[in-house]
């Protein structure tokens, strides 16, 4: 069993913005749902919803939902922004949420930016006090 912490501003029933949630997954099941997010070299309209949102995220590098779907309707021209708007706000959400994804709230909205997977964590890590299994 494994819980996860999981920080949403978009879920009300979370005290002080912080849910925990008990998870029955095998340690495979759980790399697999939480594995780190792969960013597409090319825009294809082709692509999974997800892959086209992550790309045009990374084209502008911090934006809203707004932003990116702008930038999404740029890609793929004649495709109404609004339509755009419903797939980014699902994507980003559920990527947030499952904490893979960094944001934050400005001015009542929130912004999402790749950086935690485009820069380096510098903490470190005491091998010592990992719990067996997890190095």
Known sequence: MKI?????????????????????????SFREAYKPLHIPAHYDINDPEQDRVLFALAQIGIGTVNDIATEMAQLEEGVDVDSFKVIASDVLTHLYEQGLL???????????????????NDGAVDPDLLAPGLD
Request: aromatic residues 12%; charged residues 25%; neutral net charge.
């Open 4 to 28: 996860l912490i999981i920080k949403s501003p978009f879920n009300k029933h979370c005290p002080y913005g912080f849910c925990y949630k008990t998870m029955t997954l095998s340690d495979e």
């Open 102 to 120: 960094k944001g934050s709230e400005v001015n009542g909205e929130m912004e999402y930016n790749l950086s935690k997977i485009t820069q380096a």
